[in-house]
C-alpha cells in the first residue's frame, strides 16, 4: 500500500511538472524563421517559458488568427495584416509594434550570372524567377511593386514561378528550380553561397513590420514579456544579425551602407545631327523623375515634356534612334506614333536606356538598348 502511495505521489508530481510549463503560441511571418528560433530559445533560457511558433504567409496566418486560431503573438511581415487581426477583435490594439522595415533582394544561387541591377532581370537568361504569391504575401507585394516601378513586370510575368510564402520562394531558387528569386534580406543574410542584390526601396512601398498581442489571460501576458525581449538590447541583437532592422539600425557585424553611387550617365541628344543643352537637359530630367518619383507630379511634367520633345515639337513622323558605337538601332515607331501612348526615355546605370510606353489602359511595355552613347530625332 505504501508502495502504491508513493508511485501515485510521483505521477501527481511529473503530472503537475508537465502542466506547469508555460508556453506561448506565435503566429510568424516565414522570413522570421531563423531569427525566431533563435529568439526563443534565448527568451526561453532567461524567463522559462517557450515560444511554440508556426511560420507562414502573413495573410494566410492573419485569415487563421480571424478564424479564432488561439495564438497569442502575431508578427507579421507587413502592418496592414497586423492591423486586420485587430479589426477582427482577437488582438489587442495598444500592444501593436513595429519590429523591422523590410528589405528586398534578388537572391540568385551559385553558377548564376548575378544581376547587376533589377531591370537585368528582363535579360534571357533568367528562364524562372520565383516571388512570393503577391495575393497574400507582403513581400510578393513588394517584389510584383518593384518590377512593375522598374519597367519589366510584363516581361518577367510569364517567367514568374510563385512561392507561397518568402520562404518557399528563396528554397525555390537554393535547389536551382529557378534562375532568380526576389526574397527577404533577412534569408539572403543566412545564406550560403549565392548573391544578393540589393533592390532599391524607393520601388515598392515601405515593409513595415509589426507584431501584436492576441487572446487574454496568462498566455497574453507571456507574449508581452516575449515582445518586451524582442524590443530589448539583446533581442535587437538577433534580429539586426538576421537582417531585420528599424530605421537607423545596421546589421550586426555586418556593413549595412549602400554602394558608392556611379557617375551620372549623360545623354548626347541630336536632332536632325545637331545637339543643343535643352534637349539634353529634357532627357536626363526625365531619367531622374521616373527613376525617383514614379507618381510625383514633376514625373508627369517631365513625361510630357518628352512627348511634346518627340511629338509635338518634331511632328508624329519623327524617328528615335539610339547610337551604339558605330551602329545605330531604331525605336519601334509604332511605341511612339500612337496618340494613346505616353512615351518615356527613361536612363539607366552603364549607358543603358529603357524607351518605355503606357497606354491608356495601363499596360506598360519597353524596348531596353544598351551601352547606348547617344540618342538621335530624325524627322
Not at 501593436?96 to 533589377?118: D, H, K, M, N
Not at 497574400?136 to 511593386?145: D, I, M, S
Not at 520562404?167 to 553561397?193: C, H, N, W
Request: proline letters at 4%; hydrophobic letters at 40%; one cysteine or more.
Amino acid at each position: 500500500m505504501k508502495h502504491l502511495l508513493v508511485a501515485l505521489l510521483l505521477a501527481t508530481l511529473a503530472c503537475s511538472s508537465k502542466t506547469t510549463e508555460r508556453t506561448v503560441r506565435v503566429a510568424a511571418a516565414a522570413d522570421l524563421s531563423r531569427a525566431f528560433d533563435e529568439i526563443g530559445r534565448a527568451f526561453e533560457a532567461r524567463t522559462g517559458i517557450k515560444p511554440i511558433v508556426d511560420f507562414g504567409s502573413s495573410g494566410l496566418l492573419a485569415k487563421q488568427i480571424e478564424d479564432g486560431a488561439p495564438y497569442a503573438l502575431f508578427a507579421a511581415a507587413n502592418e496592414s495584416y497586423a492591423h486586420k487581426a485587430v479589426a477582427s477583435g482577437h488582438c489587442d490594439a495598444s500592444s501593436l509594434a513595429r519590429y523591422a522595415r523590410g528589405r528586398l533582394v534578388v537572391w540568385t544561387p551559385s553558377g548564376v550570372q548575378a544581376p547587376e541591377r533589377i531591370e537585368d532581370l528582363a535579360d534571357a537568361r533568367f528562364h524562372r524567377i520565383a516571388i512570393a504569391n503577391p495575393d497574400h504575401a507582403p513581400y510578393g507585394v513588394a517584389a510584383k511593386q518593384a518590377l512593375e516601378h522598374a519597367g519589366i513586370w510584363s516581361q518577367v510575368e510569364p517567367r514568374l514561378v510563385l512561392g507561397e510564402n518568402i520562404q518557399a520562394t528563396m528554397k525555390y531558387a537554393q535547389t536551382g528550380a529557378v534562375d532568380a528569386a526576389v526574397v527577404a534580406l533577412s534569408l539572403a543574410v543566412i545564406s550560403t553561397g549565392g548573391s544578393a542584390l540589393r533592390v532599391d526601396p524607393s520601388l515598392h512601398d515601405p515593409l513595415d513590420q509589426a507584431l501584436v498581442v492576441c487572446g487574454q489571460g496568462e498566455e497574453a501576458d507571456a507574449a508581452r514579456q516575449l515582445v518586451a525581449f524582442i524590443q530589448s538590447p539583446a533581442g535587437r541583437e538577433i534580429m539586426t544579425r538576421y537582417g531585420f532592422l528599424l530605421p537607423g539600425e545596421k546589421l550586426s557585424g555586418a556593413e549595412d551602407t549602400p554602394k558608392p553611387s556611379e557617375p551620372s550617365f549623360h545623354l548626347d541628344v541630336r536632332v536632325d545631327g545637331t545637339s543643343t543643352s535643352w534637349q539634353q537637359d529634357v532627357f536626363e530630367r526625365t531619367a531622374r523623375a521616373v527613376g525617383a518619383n514614379k507618381n510625383s507630379d514633376g514625373d508627369a511634367r517631365d513625361t510630357w515634356s518628352v512627348r511634346e520633345l518627340v511629338r509635338g515639337t518634331y511632328g508624329a513622323s519623327a524617328r528615335v534612334v539610339a547610337v551604339v558605337g558605330d551602329s545605330r538601332t531604331a525605336i519601334d515607331a509604332s511605341e511612339w506614333g500612337d496618340v494613346s501612348r505616353t512615351p518615356i526615355v527613361h536612363s539607366t546605370r552603364r549607358g543603358h536606356l529603357n524607351f518605355c510606353w503606357a497606354d491608356g489602359a495601363g499596360k506598360w511595355g519597353a524596348t531596353i538598348v544598351k551601352n547606348v552613347t547617344a540618342l538621335e530625332i530624325q524627322r
